[in-house]
């Protein structure tokens, strides 16, 4: 049963910093690219952050130099790392994998409230 448990979420003020944190299980976590994505209310999902197996890091525009990105294999989790926090990222953030080869499905956490207030 493949589970991703996000935990780190919260409310904090503008310039200040979350830890999110998710576990993954159920599936090999190796053979994936982890995530994370956002949605505020009324716009669109979109990525935040993603990391490959072999540690390569990919940004959303926003987030370049605010976030980082990093994965633990050995304990199957991943972690995104956010300083100088905004009003506008405000959001559900949602862990994902993504398969690194066709024929698997992507895989989505419940989400976790980011709420950053001015």
């Known amino acids: 049963q493949v589970q991703l448990a996000e935990s780190g979420g919260g409310a904090v003020q503008a310039g200040g910093s979350l830890r999110l944190s998710c576990a993954a299980s159920g599936f090999t976590f190796g053979n994936y690219r982890m995530g994370w994505y956002r949605q505020a209310p009324g716009k669109e999902r979109e990525l935040v952050a993603a990391?490959?197996?072999?540690?390569?890091?990919m940004f959303g525009d926003s987030m370049k130099g605010r976030f980082s990105i990093s994965r633990d294999n050995a304990k199957n989790t991943v972690f995104l790392q956010m300083n100088s926090l905004k009003p506008e990222d405000t959001a559900v953030y949602y862990c994902?994998?993504?398969?690194?080869?066709?024929?698997?499905?992507?895989?989505w956490g419940q989400g976790t409230q980011v709420t950053v207030s001015s």
């Open positions: 990391i490959t197996d072999d540690v390569t890091a």
């Open positions: 994902n994998a993504h398969p690194n080869r066709g024929g698997w499905p992507d895989y």
